[in-house]
């Protein structure tokens, strides 16, 4: 009989392989099962082949879960939704009070509450814990945000603090995020901060590539440069890495033969959902999953250039020369500024949600282990930290002082490349509703006050002055017939 193992790792696509291998590698033993057993024996096999690891492989739940030491802690990393019950149900039937599952999917928060309360009920301890990083981050260091029970989270933190990816001014890129569903809910932002950022990186190809008319040799080279200073991040690196990468199935480069429609798993939806529920205006993220949706519109927008073509719209409406080093630097700043912008939305719906349930939610700490392991790693989480460090309470990003400056030295290079995009004819959705949310946001006075008098005049919604006390309603309708007679 083999010695207990330390952990289990139940689902074993990629992501469950690469975090199973990873977590051996650390030097925890660890018992992997999988519904198809084929999946148990590959694992088997590579931790044979990747350093003789210590992987146990299990055919049957019962044997999988027996051969874990007590209180015993198993991740699963399987399709979300039913997937998961359905794990859930065949694990705990062999699981024992004090017990812990913890699932590492992309999981709907409020999921995540009704189990970990089912669980409870039967002595088990529950944990839901997004892990970014891809397959890479899975297998070399994730980042992990765990939230559900804290005394689940105690049981293994010895080993998710050597997992996570490691940075070293600030630390292993895990931490307790908090109680409930926390730790998917900042999952799913994250995500929807992603998406932002993607969107904000295609248009700065587009302005770059159909205005400025840059080769894919000079993209990479501007992207590799860029990802020295400011911009310096995972999304940017490989950016560069793919205007590098030639066709295999033919000439030119592969980029180029990509169809230009883009899929999604849901994340981003319900990252825009949740901020409508809660009142956040999150533009960057939305205008981002816009366009992803617009872009599976393929055979509509082929249909469409044409009958545009046929009245003289070309791709790019005005072919004028431009400078192009100037471009590139404009590009750089208007691609900084917006996406400043994106994460203060993002940072605002965790922070409304936090609120809202009550989970005490740390934003510099959030920012600290988005700095290594994950999709948005960049080296400016480390500027977010320190906002947050300065001012804990601090309203939004973009008041933060050096946030507000980077903006300002900025704001001109921003506005001339949207402007260029928009006389182009080069849509720049992403930056074009940063610049507006920015431009809002730092007006003390907006044009609300019409809307509100509208909703009085034809629906009695009352309205308050800034002038005095109180709420007011006017008989807009009686006062402009009598001025019309």
């Known amino acids: 009989m083999a010695p207990p193992t330390r952990i289990g790792l139940a689902g074993l696509a990629v992501m469950g392989q690469n975090l199973a291998l990873n ?35 299990f055919h049957d739940p019962e044997s999988f879960v027996q051969s874990i030491q007590k209180p015993r802690v198993i991740i699963m990393l399987v399709k979300a939704g039913a997937p998961v019950d359905q794990t859930i ?4 039937a062999y699981m024992e009070k004090g017990d812990c599952i913890i699932d590492g999917g992309n999981e709907w928060y409020e999921n995540t509450e009704r189990r970990e309360k089912e669980m409870s009920q039967l002595g088990l301890l529950y944990l839901g814990m997004g892990v970014s990083g891809g ?15 804290f005394e689940a989270y105690k049981n293994i933190e010895d080993i998710l603090l050597k997992v996570a990816a490691q940075v070293p001014d600030s630390g292993p890129c895990v931490t307790y995020i908090g109680k409930g569903g926390s730790g998917n809910f900042v ?8 998406y ?17 008319k840059l080769s894919n040799e000079e993209l990479q080279s501007v992207f590799s440069e860029w990802n020295k200073g400011e911009l310096l991040s995972f999304l940017i690196e490989i950016t560069a890495d793919i205007f590098g990468i030639k066709d295999d199935k033919g000439d030119g480069y592969l980029v180029d033969k990509v169809l230009d429609k883009t899929g999604m798993k849901g994340t981003g939806k319900w990252t825009v959902q949740q901020a409508a529920d809660l009142s956040v205006a999150a533009p960057t993220i939305a205008a981002s999953l816009d366009s992803r949706f617009l872009s599976g519109l393929k055979d509509e927008r082929v249909e469409a250039a044409k009958v545009f073509k046929s009245g003289g719209f070309g791709d790019v409406l005005t072919d004028q020369t431009v400078d192009k080093s100037k471009l590139i630097d404009d590009v750089r700043q208007a691609l900084y500024a917006s996406k400043i912008c994106s994460y203060a939305q993002g940072m605002n719906l965790i922070r409304a949600k936090s609120i809202e349930k009550g989970w005490d939610l740390k934003l510099g700490e959030l920012a600290r282990i988005w700095k290594g392991g994950c999709i948005i790693r960049a080296i400016f989480l480390d500027r977010i930290k320190k906002a947050y460090d300065r001012n804990a309470n601090l309203a939004n990003l973009l008041v933060d002082p050096e946030f507000a400056k980077e903006i300002m030295d900025r704001q001109s290079a921003w506005r001339r490349v949207v ?11 992403g930056m074009s509703s940063s610049l507006a949310y920015f431009d809002t946001y730092r007006r003390d006075r907006v044009p609300a006050n019409l809307v509100q008098a509208q909703r009085d005049y034809f629906g009695a919604h009352t309205y308050e002055r800034v002038d005095m006390e109180g709420s007011f309603h006017t008989e807009w309708f009686k006062i402009a017939k009598q001025l019309k007679d």
């Open 23 to 57: 977590i051996a590698e650390k030097g925890f033993p660890i018992s992997v099962y999988n519904r198809t057993t084929s999946k148990v024996d590959e694992t088997v096999e590579r931790a044979k082949q990747e350093g003789d690891l210590p992987v146990f492989g």
């Open 135 to 149: 397959e890479e981050g899975a297998r070399r260091g994730p980042s992990l945000m765990p939230g559900g029970s």
């Open 187 to 194: 999952k799913m932002v994250h995500n929807g901060i992603e």
């Open 89 to 92: 149900k065949t694990l705990s």
């Open 196 to 212: 932002g950022d993607m969107q904000l990186i295609a248009e700065a190809y587009d302005v770059l590539k159909s205005v400025g």
């Open 419 to 429: 402007c260029l995009a928009i006389n182009s004819g080069i849509s720049t959705p």
